[in-house]
């Protein structure tokens, strides 16, 4: 059964002291990885699409990177906009095109 | 392009009562999603459609649950004979058609049933 495991589920940092969420997952046969943002009560917000191992994106203060096994979000020199719950989701070969998502990592950056 | 929709934003009802909730999705957009979320976890797919075609329904739709897109465009949900463990977070996405084409969220609905 294809399993998102997401860590740490909390994370406080200070503003501009960077670090990363992990996102572990099995699969049978990855269709696509995705990164989603949720701020509270709100739908998830689209970031990135990872498909296969190696391959890296970039969009501002945050990178994407993915293995095999899992998936880093790096975030540089946060901000308080920062703050929100990340969301990972794996997409299999053969169940659709159905999002199975992880619990999400809820980050605060303070000032 | 203004977005997937959602309505009503919040809906409160008692539990036995019917509720039906809508999403409009992005307008060139053929697949729409149907997902729950409850508190502390991430969204939970329950059914897609390809156009007016239902193609997958997770076990968590049960048979209260029951979704259409009649001509393609938006989809309604409805949840019959509602329980307190239907109070959720009820979320729609839309994506175009080729396999790994992105899933864009709506605002969400979200449901409490006294």
């Known amino acids: 059964e294809d399993q998102v495991t997401q860590s740490p589920e909390a994370l406080r940092l200070q503003e501009g002291e960077s670090s990363s969420l992990n996102c572990s997952y099995t699969v049978s046969g990855l269709r696509g990885l995705f990164w989603y943002r949720q701020d509270p009560g709100k739908g998830p917000e689209f970031l990135f699409t990872l498909y296969s191992a190696g391959e890296e994106k970039e969009k501002e203060r945050l990178k994407a990177t993915l293995t095999k096994k899992e998936s880093f979000l790096h975030i540089t020199a946060p901000k308080p906009e920062d703050s929100a719950t990340y969301l990972c989701?794996?997409?299999?070969?053969?169940?659709?095109?159905?999002?199975?998502f992880g619990k999400g990592t809820s980050l605060l950056v303070t000032p | 392009d203004t977005g997937v929709s959602q309505n009503p934003r919040h809906k409160i009802t008692k539990r036995g009562q019917n509720v039906t909730f809508r999403c409009d999705p992005i307008?060139?957009?053929?697949?729409l999603y149907w997902y729950r979320q409850t508190l502390g976890q991430g969204p939970e797919f329950l059914t897609y459609f390809q156009n007016e075609a239902q193609l997958e329904k997770s076990r968590l739709l049960s048979d209260r649950f029951s979704a259409e897109r009649p001509k393609g465009s938006f989809s309604t949900l409805e949840i019959q004979r509602t329980e307190q463990g239907d109070s959720a977070m009820y979320l729609c996405a839309s994506s175009g058609l080729q396999p790994r084409k992105t899933q864009y969220f709506g605002p969400g609905t979200r449901l409490l049933v006294l």
């Open positions: 989701a794996v997409q299999a070969r053969n169940s659709g095109y159905a999002l199975n």
């Open positions: 307008s060139e957009h053929n697949r």
